[in-house]
């Protein structure tokens, strides 16, 4: 079937045209019908399932003080509204600390700005005895040109990893989760399960990060809880892992 639409009603009126329809659907279009889609069907695909993810959520609360203290960090190359969303809900509720790149900063300046804010996070009273630190790289607020962005973050990143071993790795944005993938000379990922609809919890294959928990993200993905149960859920599968 082929449908046009013009206006965000029109694509919210199209998936539901297309609820009751039998057999499997092959969705193609654009981000606003992705959107769509994922409002649309989150809370059915959610809903009375106990995902890899919320077990070893559960065997992480469980754990308590087990819980690995290395950082989660989240390196976030899109500018969408919704990634902005996710930022601000991570460091107002989520206690991640936020560092934006600076373009004109060396990898080993932007190294430092991120190892001074995780001991930042480390030293504050109100951080959690038995939960990692949440530390987030992210693109410059101001518009830039997207590929030499996403290379400088993905440098500073690596650059930051190779002295600070992390518990797990958040991606978003296509072109620097493909730029801190090579940096860091992966070979490829392994699913482990559809996390949120749209957005994976994988393992990294080979190079710096082999064997390393993380979740991939489109930028316009996902609500603003997203990155905050990302990184629970990231935690999670590391403390499986050990």
């Known amino acids: 079937m082929s449908f046009d639409g013009e206006t965000q009603s029109d694509l919210e009126r199209i998936v539901e045209a297309m ?65 902005q969303r996710q930022l601000d809900a991570a460091t107002t509720f989520g206690r991640a600390g936020l560092v934006r790149l600076d373009p004109a900063a060396s990898f080993e300046q932007e190294r430092r700005r991120l190892a001074a804010e995780l001991r930042r996070l480390e030293a504050a009273p109100s951080a959690p005895a038995d939960a990692p630190p949440r530390l987030i790289l992210a693109a410059p607020a101001e518009r830039q040109i997207a590929h030499v962005v996403s290379r400088c973050l993905a440098s500073a990143a690596v650059a930051f990893l190779e002295h600070s071993p992390v518990a797990g790795l958040f991606l978003t944005g296509g072109e620097t989760a493909y730029e801190v993938a090579r940096a860091a000379s992966v070979r490829g990922m392994l699913i482990e399960e559809e996390l949120f609809p749209g957005i994976p919890l994988v393992r990294f294959l080979g190079g710096k990060l082999d064997g390393l928990p993380g979740v991939t993200k489109a930028g316009g993905f996902g609500d603003e809880t997203t990155l905050i149960r990302s990184f629970d859920a990231i935690a999670a599968l590391g403390l499986r892992r050990g």
């Open 19 to 83: 609820r009751g329809q039998r057999g499997r659907v092959l969705w193609c279009g654009s981000a606003g019908l992705a959107e769509v889609l994922i409002a649309a069907h989150f809370d059915a695909a959610t809903e009375g399932s106990t995902s890899l993810g919320q077990q070893a959520a559960a065997a992480a609360t469980a754990a308590g003080p087990r819980v690995a203290r290395r950082p989660l960090l989240a390196v976030v190359g899109s500018t969408s509204e919704a990634t």
